[in-house]
Every structure is written in structure tokens, then in C-alpha cells.
């Protein structure tokens, strides 16, 4: 059975970082498409930043240049690191697993992604 769980969110001031991590079970981490994606309230789930199973990276374009998504297959651990966050990156993160080695647009179509997370709450105050 599959197991994604979140966690690292918390409440920082504009223009700080978080690292989100999610610890990964029931399933071989190293060969699947991983992602992350977040949902305001009052707002679709959009996707974030994903990685293939080769390391392969794809990020929004909201977060490109601050946000980086890393996996560390020894630890079946997915990461995203946050810097220069913003206000508007305040949402509940989740990590999303696709079963498939390629994340081909599952930014774009969450739907893709098979297995999710509870999520861990990412708050960023002005």
C-alpha cells in the first residue's frame, strides 16, 4: 500500500524558506514520477514542481527560480525547498505520486497523479 506523507510547513515571513519533505512506503520510490502540488482556499490544485524517476525537473512558472524539488532515493524521500516565499505561495501542500517513470504534464493535469498525501500547510505572512 502506498504511503506519501508530508512535512515541514509552517508559518514564515515573506521572503524567508521552508523545506517540505515527503517520506514515501509501500512502493519502489526510485522509479516513479513524484510531484508536488498545493490548493488555496477558494482555489483549484495546481501543480508546483514534479520530478521523473532520471531526475528530470519541471516547475510552474510562479515558482521557477525559487522553488526546488530534489528526491533522495536511498531515503524515499521527495524534497522542495521554498525560497523567497510570497504571500500568495500560502497554501496546503500535498505530494503526489504518479505510476509511471515519466511526469510527462501532470503539473498541468493533477489528475494524472495516482497516490496523494494529506498535506503539510504552508503559510507566508507580509
Known amino acids: 500500500q502506498v504511503q506519501l506523507v508530508e512535512s515541514g510547513g509552517g508559518s514564515v515571513q515573506a521572503g524567508g524558506s521552508l523545506r517540505l519533505s515527503c517520506a514515501a512506503s509501500?512502493?519502489?520510490?526510485?522509479?516513479?514520477?513524484m510531484g508536488w502540488f498545493r490548493q488555496a482556499p477558494g482555489k483549484e490544485r495546481e501543480g508546483v514542481a514534479a520530478i521523473d524517476r532520471d531526475g528530470s525537473t519541471s516547475y510552474a512558472d510562479s515558482v521557477k527560480g525559487r522553488f526546488t524539488v530534489s528526491r533522495d532515493n536511498a531515503k524515499n524521500t521527495l524534497y522542495l525547498h521554498m525560497n523567497s516565499l510570497k504571500p500568495e505561495d500560502s497554501a496546503m501542500y500535498y505530494c503526489?505520486?504518479?505510476?509511471?517513470?515519466?511526469?510527462?504534464?501532470?503539473?498541468?493535469?493533477?489528475?494524472?497523479?495516482?497516490?496523494w498525501g494529506k498535506g503539510t500547510l504552508v503559510t507566508i505572512s507580509s
Open positions: 509501500g512502493y519502489t520510490y526510485s522509479s516513479y514520477c
Open positions: 503526489a505520486l504518479r505510476s509511471y517513470y515519466w511526469c510527462d504534464d501532470a503539473l498541468t493535469n493533477y489528475l494524472r497523479m495516482g497516490y
